[in-house]
């Protein structure tokens, strides 16, 4: 799902257009998808839908139940936890390699700059594409430790936190995740503990704070209407 130039499989295109529909919002939780109708959709065989479906199972943006087939996933607290402390590990291990050894952050800059010029974008860009920003910008926190195996760890989760990040659509427009993401690279750049906080403030305060409340809300909507 990665190959922009346009030599992906069959399966590879399938689970590409699920996965920029799922990372827009379009499909709800409790959403199936119906092998069935992606096949007509999709105008190929359902052996290719099933690939398709395993690679998105795979990248956390669905889940695979049994007698249903893949579904959307609810949003849940452990859910949540599982993901955000496996960043805060990866992320701030990551972070503390790079400036003991003197990486240069630069190029955490010049991703916050790129997620900037998108907020200033009228009509605001598609959130995919928000959220692509900010995964960019995450990704080269890690990516300054100069460690492949870490920068593997962090794209194994990167689609599931961009999935999540759909649920707080309604708190953070691109004019707030761009501010919040200059705040912290400008803490970055000042090093030392004070970087470490920083990160920590943005994955467990910011981050995971605003899904807490995204979840309680949806809990208590569900309460209300007798779910």
Not at 41 to 48: A, E, K, L, N, S
Not at 51 to 76: D, K
Request: aromatic share 4%.
């Amino acid at each position: 799902m990665t190959d922009p130039a346009g030599a992906q499989t069959a399966p590879e295109r399938v689970a590409r257009a699920l996965r920029d529909e799922l990372l827009d919002g379009v499909h709800p939780v409790g959403t199936r998808f119906r092998e069935e109708d992606l096949a007509e959709r999709f105008d190929v065989g359902r052996h290719t839908i099933r690939s398709g479906l395993r690679l998105l199972v795979e990248r956390g943006l669905v889940t695979h139940e049994r007698n249903r087939g893949a579904v959307v996933a609810p949003l849940s607290k452990r859910r949540i936890d599982e993901v955000f402390d496996y960043r805060k590990v990866l992320e701030l291990g990551a972070l503390r390699m790079a400036l003991a050894a003197g990486a240069d952050l630069g190029p955490v800059l010049t991703e916050v700059e790129r997620l900037e010029a998108l907020a200033r974008q009228a009509p605001s860009p598609p959130w995919r594409e928000l959220t692509g920003a900010h995964s960019a910008i995450h990704r080269s926190i890690v990516a300054a430790a100069g460690n492949r195996h870490l920068l593997d760890g962090y794209e194994r989760c990167e689609d599931e936190v961009r999935l999540l990040l759909t649920f707080v659509r309604p708190d953070f427009d691109a004019a707030r995740l761009a501010a919040v993401h200059r705040d912290l690279v400008e803490k970055l750049q000042r090093g030392g503990e004070a970087a470490a906080g920083a990160l920590t403030e943005d994955i467990d305060h910011t981050g995971r704070a605003a899904l807490l409340a995204a979840l309680r809300r949806a809990e208590e909507s569900a309460r209300l209407l007798g779910r």
